[in-house]
């Protein structure tokens, strides 16, 4: 069977270097260990380490702090792809929740002793952070959490609980969305680093999901935790501002991961269907299934095109929120298609965890949910196009 995916343009030689560094990482790094951490529900620690020794960590920040200094988003896609071209999705999610999710908010908003405290510790793999926002009653409406940081002070006294935390287990450190002053609305959201040893903290997990097993997923809770002021990210009452802003690249960053997912199991879905035989013929030479093939892999292309201009864009901090939500929900949902048609090909072995396939038809419906639902991607699309 003939693959027919266009040459990618938006990467140089010394891109193609670093996709061989990560990928050889993954695939003695990674690989070999991700039944055992599905299983345990988290990957190991250690894992944070060598991926620091190795490059992979803080790509784009500042050497000052352990950074790559590298001021080009592609290096953060090459690692989302390698990762899930490879199955480990849920792995990704560890590394690149930090690389994209958790260091842009200290490069961008953070403090020098917040850099030193807590972004250079994480860059070198001592230290795991994540990022709470999402909390059990608002889902995607960010601009409804309850979680309070009520001002004591010298100190915020924090009360509230979030939920389906990445990282939430093995994080040593937390940037968490609060409410500083309940009667500003959106101008009352601000950003607190709060540490894992704090008193008053408290988290359970693994949850237990349907897929992405190795994604380490926690619910938090804080009762009346104790938190400098100091520990603000960004200032007081700029916090929705400024999760609007790193919001782009986190949606681009999950339409990067089911890109690049969606083609590994279009491809194992093609050699499927040029080896599997069924009333004498290939399924491949099923009229009805080549037509289904070719207009995956048409879409396949198109949205590659797009994501590789959105890839670009981010280099050059150019992504702008409305086209991170086209990318996001348009991804996603083809993700689905693909997933489904490719399942379809497969007949019943597609249904049989130890087909790559099953595990993608797990691991991936969650894409269309988390970052902002594929209905919240419409509406902020929408608005923009009718206000």
Avoid at 13 to 22: A, L
Avoid at 206 to 220: F, S, V, W, Y
Avoid at 290 to 308: C, G, M, P
């Amino acid at each position: 069977m003939t693959s027919v995916a266009l040459p990618r343009t938006i990467f140089g030689d010394y891109h193609d270097e670093f996709r061989d560094v990560v990928r050889r990482f993954v695939e003695r790094e990674v690989t070999p260990h991700l039944t055992a951490w599905g299983e345990a529900g988290r990957v190991d620690r250690d894992l944070f380490r060598k991926a620091a020794e190795t490059g992979l960590l803080g790509i784009t920040a500042p050497e000052e702090y352990g950074g790559g200094g590298m001021d080009d988003f592609r290096f953060n896609a090459i690692v989302i792809e390698e990762f899930a071209r490879a199955g480990a999705s849920d792995v990704s999610m560890s590394i690149s929740g930090e690389n994209d999710l958790v260091a842009p908010y200290f490069t961008n908003f953070g403090t020098a002793d917040q850099n030193e405290r807590w972004l250079a510790p994480m860059l070198a793999g001592r230290k795991v952070g994540a990022i709470a926002m999402t909390e059990p009653g608002t889902g995607s409406d960010l601009a409804a959490i309850t979680t309070t940081a009520v001002p004591d002070g010298d100190v915020l006294v924090l009360n509230g609980a979030k939920t389906f935390i990445s990282n939430g287990l093995l994080a040593d450190f937390f940037i968490v969305a609060v409410r500083t002053d309940p009667a500003a609305g959106r101008k009352g959201i601000s950003m607190l680093i709060v540490d894992a040893d704090a008193a008053g903290f408290t988290r359970s997990g693994p949850l237990k999901k349907i897929g992405l097993p190795a994604q380490d997923t926690a619910e938090l809770f804080f009762q009346n935790v104790r938190v400098p002021r100091t520990n603000v990210l960004g200032g007081e009452g700029e916090g929705f501002t400024n999760m609007r802003r790193n919001l782009a690249i986190e949606r681009l960053s999950i339409a990067i991961t089911s890109m690049a997912r969606m083609r590994a199991t279009f491809e194992q879905a093609l050699a499927y269907a040029g080896e599997r035989r069924a009333f004498g013929e290939r399924i491949a030479d099923f009229q009805a299934n080549r037509f289904y093939l070719a207009e995956l892999a048409t879409e396949i292309e198109v949205t590659q095109t797009f994501i590789d201009r959105c890839i670009l864009d981010a280099s050059g901090h150019e992504l702008d929120e409305i086209t991170a939500a086209m990318a996001k929900w348009w991804t996603t949902e083809l993700h689905q298609r693909v997933i489904q048609r490719a399942l379809q090909l497969h007949g019943g072995y597609g249904f049989m965890r130890e087909y790559a396939v099953a595990r993608d038809y797990m691991d991936s419906r969650v894409a269309t949910i988390f970052g902002g639902t594929t209905e919240i991607m419409k509406e902020i699309i929408g608005r923009r196009l009718t206000r």
